[in-house]
């Protein structure tokens, strides 16, 4: 059994976790909000939240992966060097890796939020819905960045951009839909899965 205040900072890790991961300010290409805080967070939620959704221990690991990885990215940054590009098939297990863990994550948000819902609440169907666009946003802004290095074209970095925003904007979408899935955990009896 879980208690509500062990759900409660779960749900809020994760929503917060999102924002770190997304936004990315940097200042001399250091990072100001280090997405491996995002990725420590997400680790906290999924510790956390495990006890209602099994499948969220699975994911431990890969976040565990993705942190260290962010983490060496940010600690480069401070020498003004960069891990993306140094060797392109890293880049690319640790994209897909990225992307089936959100995936995968908000999937069980997804169906924890439909286990509690309320009856007129279309909460689960949002989470879905935004878990794809998220995924498929984040897919695009991969291969729009691999496109521009094989084709120089001169609008690649406007349509990236365009990406970029629209991104930002699902992501604060997601945690807008985490804090309302907090709020309903109040009325959740939580018992094992």
Request: with cysteine; charged share 15%; hydrophobic share 50%.
């Amino acid at each position: 059994m879980h208690e509500p205040n062990q759900l409660h900072d779960g749900l809020s890790q994760a929503a917060w976790g999102y924002f770190l991961v997304t936004f990315d300010f940097n200042i001399n290409n250091i990072s100001i909000l280090p997405r491996f805080g995002g990725y420590l967070l997400l680790l906290s939620a999924i510790g956390k939240l495990s006890g209602l959704r099994r499948d969220l221990a699975l994911l431990r690991p890969l976040c565990m992966l993705l942190a260290c990885y962010s983490f060496g990215d940010w600690f480069l940054s401070w020498s003004g060097r960069d891990i993306d590009g140094i060797i392109s098939f890293l880049d690319l297990v640790v994209t897909v890796a990225m992307l089936y863990f959100h995936f995968q994550f908000l999937t069980d948000m997804a169906a924890l939020a439909q286990e509690f819902q309320l009856d007129d609440d279309n909460l689960p169907a949002r989470i879905r819905s935004h878990r794809t666009a998220y995924t498929l946003l984040v897919t695009c802004i991969s291969l729009l960045g691999s496109a521009a290095q094989i084709f120089p074209w001169g609008w690649w970095p406007g349509v990236t951009v365009f990406a970029a925003v629209v991104t930002c904007i699902v992501a604060l979408l997601i945690m807008a839909d985490l804090f309302h899935l907090r709020r309903l955990a109040p009325r959740m009896e939580i018992g094992p899965q």
